[in-house]
């Protein structure tokens, strides 16, 4: 497959369409119009790579709706430089939209099967996080602790403390929380002992997973 002046077409209509459900930050929409989403999913689905669609990838797990990538994208407001641990690599679409926005990444999959095929295909559109981790979210980095940011794109159970431990004083956890359906949860971290919680409304991902394979 290759990236044509029509996927970039398509690409503008899925920014302007991400605008009007509320995605402001530009810098979020400029990362959408320039990342070829339809080259992260199987050919079959390219026709529809530009709606705002989910998609099975490999291992019985999907790509992210584009408009839940951008709302999480926004939310963690990514600066230059901050170091974000991205939970359940995936297709690699969200890892790309935070290189992007100038992130140090690091991300973690539980699936060795996704994982070796991201971790081969990104550099090859040149995208390259600082660490791909074949291991278990729930556990977060603690050697590369503390991040700016940490962001999960799994239906996450509970909230793990393990990743709350993980963020820096004034940094942000966004995890979606829930069984069958999530809500959307941002902890900031206020101080070491402080955090606050904010609701960001209901979302639907794959479950994240409990045991390392
Ligand atoms: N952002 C990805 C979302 C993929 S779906 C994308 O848009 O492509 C969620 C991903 O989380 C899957 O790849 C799944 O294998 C992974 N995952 C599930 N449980 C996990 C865990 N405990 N640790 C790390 N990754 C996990």
Known sequence: MRDTIKHQGLRNQLAKALKMK???????????????RHLFIDSSFEAHAYQDKAFPIAA???????????????????????????????????????LELKAEVYSIERQHELFKKTAMFLPKLGY?????IFGDGYKGLPEEAPFDSIIVTAGAPF???????????????LIPVGDKNQIMTLFLRKSPLEFEKKELGDFKFVPMLKKKN
């Open 128 to 132: 390259r996080p600082k660490r791909f």
């Open 60 to 98: 019985e797990q999907t790509i992210s709706h584009p408009y839940t990538v951008a709302f999480q994208s926004q939310v963690l407001s990514v600066k230059k430089g901050d170091k974000v641990l991205e939970i359940g690599t995936g297709s690699g679409y969200q890892t790309a939209v935070l």
């Open 159 to 173: 909230v793990p403390k393990a990743l709350l431990a993980q963020i820096k004083v004034g940094g942000k956890l």
């Open 22 to 36: 509320g995605i402001s930050d530009e810098n979020v929409l400029n990362a959408i119009r320039k990342i070829p």
